[in-house]
């Protein structure tokens, strides 16, 4: 893969692309494994030059999985709340430097995971969190905002002031479902909003 300035149109960056881990719904996040290349060069065929050079794991998703994942730090939780007081979407970025035998070991242990025969899923995710999960450095954050379509708030504010309950189901954080609720007229924006964080499940009687 290539990068070029939008600007100038000169190359600013040319990278092997080696990994590639999804996003999937459990996990709430997505990575890549790349190694970058000499810019003079054309070819794409690996040589023992390519093999010694440094690899990085660029991974991005959602704060809630990746406060434990970036090295600590002190002003990210704050930022996050605040774009989510705002309504927008927070991505977490970052990012982890290893050396040509820390990946090797890395692709020798994935390999292994990935042709298991039984707990496939968890073995991954092991050596992920080994050997890439943690301790990476914090390269931002960004904050994408969700548009309503069309007549979305006066419709539900027809609905609302005659009488019929709606609800909102959501997976994002309790600051940004207040805010989307409120832009999308399902409260007043008013009205009380009472906030149940944590539910304790009663004790089971014997």
């Not at 930022?79 to 990946?103: D, W």
């Not at 070991?105 to 073995?123: G, I, P, V």
Request: glycine share 6%; hydrophobic share 40%.
């Amino acid at each position: 893969m290539t990068l070029e300035s939008s600007a100038t149109g000169k190359l600013v960056a040319r990278v092997r692309i080696l990994n590639v881990f999804p996003f999937t719904s459990e996990g709430k996040r997505m990575g890549v494994m790349v190694r970058f290349m000499p810019l003079d060069q054309v070819s794409t065929a690996s040589s023992e030059e390519d093999t010694q050079s440094l690899v990085w794991f660029f991974q991005k998703g959602a704060d809630t999985v990746m406060t434990s994942i970036v090295a600590s730090n002190d002003w990210l939780d704050e930022e996050t709340s605040n774009m989510a007081r705002e309504g927008l979407r927070t991505l977490v970025i970052g990012r982890k430097k290893l050396s040509a035998n820390q990946y090797t070991d890395f692709a020798s242990k994935l390999s292994e995971a990935m042709t298991s025969m039984q707990e496939r899923d968890a073995a991954v995710a092991q050596v992920m969190k080994e050997h890439l999960e943690h301790d990476l450095e914090l390269l931002g954050v960004t904050g994408v905002e969700d548009k309503l379509q069309k007549d979305v708030k006066p419709s539900l504010e027809l609905l609302r002031n005659a009488g019929v309950k709606i609800w909102m189901l959501t997976g994002d954080k309790v600051e940004t479902a207040r805010c989307v609720a409120i832009s999308a007229k399902l409260v007043a924006r008013g009205q009380y909003i009472h906030t149940i964080a944590k539910s304790e499940c009663d004790q089971p009687q014997m």
